[in-house]
């Protein structure tokens, strides 16, 4: 008898960690379930806390001058731009990942300089981490303080992209 209670007990045991093991893959992110957005050249005020987006660019040779943010708390936003040395900015795809508290950013045809200056304090970026995949693809991560919603857009003349951040 006590080694039918042991048997019916390892079988509910297995079940459960074979269980575990589906809800985390049952939880994770379909991204081809995601809309993803045209970013245009203007801002919109449309704050979004997740999804994949573009700007559907050319592809061209680019380089990044400068990273820079300013926050108002008049406006109730901070401004993170991304500089470019060009006057159209380069083909670029992202990724808002609040789950994660992330953006992720790839910038085609793109080169960054051997340093950028300082980025500095910031109300809502923790970090940004530029990771250069190949020859012509530049990733780059930002991380931030807490769960935020974005504007992204872009500029011309020079080339910028433009994200604006709301905690």
């Known amino acids: 008898m006590k080694n039918l209670t042991f048997k019916k007990t390892r079988q509910f045991l297995t079940f459960l960690f074979i269980l575990s093991l589906s ?19 203007r801002k919109k005020s449309v704050y979004l806390d997740a999804g994949i987006f573009h700007n559907g660019g050319a592809k061209r040779d680019s380089k990044l001058k400068a990273i820079r943010h300013n926050y108002s708390s008049k406006r109730g936003y901070e401004r993170v731009v991304l500089d470019f040395a060009t006057n159209k900015p380069p083909r670029i795809y992202g990724y808002i990942s609040n789950d994660e508290r992330k953006l992720y950013l790839d910038l085609f045809s793109t080169d960054v300089p051997d340093s950028l200056s300082s980025f500095g304090d910031s109300e809502f970026v923790k970090a940004v981490n530029f990771f250069p995949i190949q020859k012509d693809t530049l990733s780059v991560e930002v991380l931030f303080k807490k769960n935020v919603t974005l504007d992204v857009f872009y500029l011309e003349n020079p ?3 433009v994200v604006d951040i709301k905690g």
């Open 159 to 161: 080339g910028r992209l």
């Open 23 to 41: 809800v985390g893959t049952v939880e994770a992110q379909n991204l081809l379930k995601e809309r993803i957005r045209r970013i245009s050249t």
